[in-house]
Nanobody, 119 residues
Framework: QVQLVESGGGLVQAGGSLRLACAAS????????MGWYRQAPGKQRELVATITSGGDTNYDDSVKDRFTISRGNAKNTMYLQMNNLKPEDTAVYYCKTRAVIGGSFVNYWGQGTQVTVSS
């Protein structure tokens, strides 16, 4: 059973910074990519940023110049550095890993961590 655990969320004032971390444990699998998603109340879950095993990154336009996604020294770790936070960034942030198992993609999700940005 693969488990993903997010940490680093909290309450911060607009303009502040937070760093989210994700660690995966459990069954051994080959990670194709990892990413951060978020879901605000009343809205659908949306992409924040992704990073492939090769280091290619992709960001939503709303965070492109403010957030940085990175992989840790351990293959199954990932971070999201969030700078210049805005109230509209308030959401539950979820870590996702995409693995290749038996020739198919399999997604694993964490339970989420709350990020609240006050105005």
């Amino acid at each position: 059973q693969v488990q993903l655990v997010e940490s680093g969320g909290g309450l911060v004032q607009a303009g502040g910074s937070l760093r989210l971390a994700c660690a995966a444990s459990g069954s051994i699998f080959v990670i194709n990519s990892m990413g951060w998603y978020r879901q605000a109340p009343g809205k659908q879950r949306e992409l924040v940023a992704t990073i492939t095993s090769g280091g290619d990154t992709n960001y939503d336009d709303s965070v492109k110049d403010r957030f940085t996604i990175s992989r840790g020294n351990a293959k199954n770790t990932m971070y999201l550095q969030m700078n210049n936070l805005k109230p509209e960034d308030t959401a539950v942030y979820y870590c996702k890993t995409r693995a290749v198992i038996g020739g198919s993609f399999v997604n694993y999700w964490g339970q989420g961590t709350q990020v609240t940005v006050s105005s």
